[in-house]
């Protein structure tokens, strides 16, 4: 079963398109990546899961059930980290967390130590005011609050903005350790890097609609490597010009730059009979992948 | 539960602070009763000599103001007024103050249906004005037998009383409806004084021209004192009216809250 299917879901404001004929299917225990520009449906498409907002066209269902009928049921499962975290200013941490968990069915005493657990963790004192904490502390409440109920599916829209690199670590470290258990994350961001650590496969939107969804794995093997060689002296284009597989070839005095995916032996032939100063050979990042495609459809 | 205790835990401060309010209008009202009920002759000579139409705007009646009814009823106005206020800002504010203060993605992400998040706190809210009123009627009841010089008759007294309950239900409700109706509320007061003041505004032009048709559209004459004096009993009508605008306000609020778009914050 999946844990989240999308049927062509829609959403107009007014005449202007958020979301056209989105098609999700996200699996039991999956980490999945939802990857677009800012603007490109990625909160649209959240929100309207979580039940914020109404899907103009198309449906949905989380853990089998229709969004549009069983929201606060499905709710009792769902940990939601929304970009932008604004909790009641008169509340302590510890209140706040207490409030948010009190709205679960889970044992209090059970919610009491994980909350105990998450902070530790996460470094994160409870005693003090949301008001006084800085943006970042305010980012750790918005992480605990969504975990302190162990939830089956964990839903991130671009939760990491203002965590140190220290804390991102920690935190996907967390979210590593919530998927082993069992839970199954969508994990919304517009930063690759991001995404490629984290997640096994992403769909990638723009302008409303998903261009593809790929596993991240076959990404990084059916894709060029980028290959950069400096020679002694400048040599002749020609060696090259049979080389299967090559693409965007440049030369630039003794720099040489190209994309490749082929056989590798025949890269190292070539290179064998060259005087070599230099040598890269990189795997793409997401970045370059991600362009790849949104060139591709335009 | 979690909602109700945290709406009360908000207006805590505030409705304390409404109360002594209306407290203290009675105690400033009922310490000069005094000094009033001694010189009546004088003041009904005085007060003759006010148009007709000035008269009943300040809903002052000839036949009852004399009376410690009559007196009360008059300070009731001011009481309903501030009363008013108090009501439609919670009312107001219980949708509003989530949106404004970006906290309805918080709540509206929890396994809570949107229906029961506004019956939790229409629940808070209400036992916030009856809590005002229990302790304005009291404290009014207790003033009026130390000063009253003549016999009181309790259940006159406090059906005067609760007409700011009364009163209050209405706004409330209608606080409510417009706090789902307004695409974005940035200030409570800015729309719940104007409104506020508007239907007050309605009610002393309704006096003064006396066309009694616009009494139906106005919660402050609904419950007129004179009628209550003599009756010792609400005029009905007023309280059919009121009892279906109220449930027509609250039931179209819980329509059309439930199929709001809660706008991402930008």
Not at chain 1, 226 to 236: A, C, H, N
Not at chain 1, 260 to 268: A, Y
Not at chain 2, 100 to 125: C, E, H, M, Q, Y
């Amino acid at each position: 079963m999946n844990i989240i299917e999308t049927n062509k879901l829609t959403k107009y404001y007014g005449k202007s398109l958020g979301i056209l004929d989105v098609n999700l299917s996200i699996k039991k225990g999956e980490i999945f990546g939802f990857i677009g520009p800012n603007g490109a449906g990625k909160s649209t498409t959240i929100r309207i899961l979580m039940g914020l907002i109404g899907a103009t066209g198309g449906s949905a269902t989380i853990f089998g059930k229709d969004i549009k009928h069983f929201g606060p049921e499905i709710k009792e499962e769902i940990g939601y980290m929304p970009s932008e975290v604004f909790y009641y200013d008169d509340m302590k941490v510890i209140d706040l967390l207490r409030y948010s968990g009190s709205f679960y069915k889970k044992d209090p005493k059970v919610i009491e130590s994980r909350i105990k657990e998450l902070s530790d963790y996460m470094d994160l004192d409870l005693r003090k005011k949301i008001d006084d904490l800085s943006y970042g502390n305010k980012k750790k409440v918005n992480i605990i609050q969504g975990l302190l109920h162990e939830p089956k599916l964990i839903i991130l829209d671009e939760p990491t903005g203002g965590l140190d690199p220290l804390m991102q670590q920690k935190f996907f470290d967390l979210l590593k350790v919530e998927n082993q258990k069992g839970a199954t994350i969508l994990f919304s961001s517009h930063i690759l890097s991001e995404v490629q650590k984290l997640c096994d496969r992403v769909a990638i939107i723009k302008g409303g609609s998903i261009i593809r969804v790929v596993k991240i794995s076959s990404l990084a093997d059916s894709i060029y490597k980028r290959i950069k060689l400096e020679t002694v002296k400048p040599i002749d284009k020609k060696k090259f010009a049979n080389l299967k597989g090559m693409g965007g070839f440049t030369m630039n005095g003794n720099s040489i730059n190209f994309l490749f995916r082929g056989q590798i032996n025949d890269v190292t032939k070539i290179i064998a009979g060259l005087n070599l100063k230099n040598m890269l050979v990189e795997e793409p990042d997401l970045e370059e992948i991600f362009m790849h495609y949104y060139k591709k459809r335009q | 539960m979690n909602i109700f205790w945290r709406e009360i835990k908000t207006y805590r401060g505030s409705t304390l602070f409404w109360t002594s309010i209306f407290c203290l209008i009675v105690i400033v009202f009922f310490m000069m009763y005094s000094s009033f009920s001694n010189d009546v002759t004088g003041l009904q000579k005085t007060l003759l000599h006010f148009p007709v139409a000035v008269r009943s705007a300040f809903n002052i009646s000839m036949q009852s103001f004399f009376t410690i009814y009559g007196y009360f009823a008059y300070l009731i106005t001011f009481v309903s007024l501030a009363g008013a206020f108090q009501a439609m800002n919670l009312g107001l504010g219980m949708l509003a103050k989530e949106d404004g203060g970006k906290t309805v993605d918080f709540l509206l992400t929890k396994p809570i249906s949107r229906n029961k998040v506004i019956t939790s706190k229409l629940i808070a809210t209400v036992i916030l004005l009856i809590l005002t009123n229990i302790v304005f009627s009291a404290v009014s009841l207790a003033l009026a037998a130390v000063f009253s010089t003549t016999s009181l008759n309790s259940t006159t007294f406090l059906l005067i009383a609760a007409t700011l309950f009364m009163i209050q239900i209405f706004f409330l409700s209608l606080g409510l409806l417009l706090s789902v109706v307004l695409p974005k509320i940035k200030s409570i007061i800015a729309v719940s004084l104007p409104t506020v003041f508007t239907f007050f505004a309605i009610g002393a032009f309704g006096a003064i021209i006396g066309d009694e048709n616009i009494r139906y559209i106005n919660p402050f004459k609904y419950y007129d004192s004179n009628f209550i004096i003599n009756n010792k009993t609400y005029d009905l009508k007023f309280v059919v009216v009121e009892a279906i605008l109220v449930v027509a306000f609250i039931w179209i609020s819980y329509l059309l809250y439930s199929k709001k778009d809660i706008q991402a914050i930008s």
